[in-house]
């Protein structure tokens, strides 16, 4: 009677639940389904800025004193480990972002259902169950707390898009702050507090359901804005072109008589952002060129 007893309870995926490898550089967060399908998301600590994060997904697999996932060149395994999983992954940089995903995985406990965050004092879990939902909204869906990293909500509905582009399998979109104003008087003079290039795997966050704009995208790198003047503004100039380059940003400086060329950024086929210093050898189709 032992055999069909154990054939009937054996799983062939680890157990389902939130597991968490997080130091004190980055915090690292998976979380596996009952029929195996995983969730693996990591994000930089650190002040709001050039921080990294990464995230994959996809189906375990039986394997040897473990599991693992393959795609591609992508591979992840995962062995079994005491009060938890090692985790290691290879080639996987160019798909889920270039973060450090290995670690030694703690179970915190199950995976907690979309609820409301003031209704989560109320149910008597164990301690370790708390600690697995530090995250807002959907377990399922929300990547780690990323100290400042905003939201794919968030830029969709409080940042300006300048542009869009695909750089290899990653979607890496130009946007920038506006500064939001109390005045009822239209201001032609546009103001900014921040810009970035972001990079995801989606940046159609207009189409996107809410469970997906309540995940944050895999990075987001500041640029230095120029300063400017009380009076003075900034305009942002896209699809420029520079070498073999055609999509250079160039920054403006609005609000005097003369629009002025401060500043031209790029991202190259490396996913690294380029500061380009011979701002006058930018060419732009505009009528101010």
């Not at 195996?36 to 650190?46: I, R, Y």
């Not at 915190?108 to 164990?126: D, I, L, N």
């Not at 546009?190 to 990079?199: D, G, M, P």
């Amino acid at each position: 009677m032992t055999a069909p007893v154990l054939a009937a309870d054996y799983n062939p995926f680890p157990k389902a639940g939130v597991y968490d490898a997080s130091d004190n550089s980055f915090e690292r967060q998976l979380t596996v389904k009952p029929d195996g399908k995983f969730t693996l998301e990591v994000a930089e600590k650190g002040k709001p800025g050039n921080l990294r994060s990464g995230a994959g997904e996809g189906k375990l697999s039986d394997a040897p004193g473990g599991w693992d996932f393959s795609q591609g060149r992508c591979n992840m395994t995962l062995k079994r480990a005491a009060g938890g999983m090692q985790l290691h992954v290879e080639n996987c940089a160019s798909a889920w972002g270039d973060v450090p995903f290995d670690g030694k995985y703690k179970y915190q406990g199950e995976e907690v259902a979309a609820a409301p965050v003031k209704a989560a004092p109320a149910a008597a879990t164990p301690k370790a169950a708390a600690t697995a939902s530090p995250l807002p909204v959907a377990q399922t869906t929300s990547a780690p707390a990323a100290n400042g990293l905003p939201s794919r909500k968030e830029i969709n509905e409080k940042w300006q898009g300048i542009s869009g582009d695909n750089i290899g399998n990653k979607h890496v979109a130009f946007v920038a702050k506006p500064i939001e104003t109390k005045s009822s008087t239209p201001n032609p003079i546009e103001q900014f507090s921040k810009a970035a290039f972001v990079i995801d795997t989606n940046i159609r966050y207009g189409e996107m359901s809410a469970a997906e704009l309540a995940k944050f995208p895999l990075q987001l790198i500041e640029v230095p804005l120029p300063a400017v003047g009380p009076k003075e503004g900034l305009e942002f100039k896209s699809d420029c072109v520079y070498g073999k380059s055609d999509k250079v940003i160039v920054i403006n400086r609005t609000g005097q008589p003369t629009i002025k060329r401060m500043a031209a950024w790029m991202m190259d086929n490396n996913l690294k952002v380029v500061e380009i210093k011979q701002v006058n050898k930018v060419n732009c189709t505009s009528p101010f060129y």
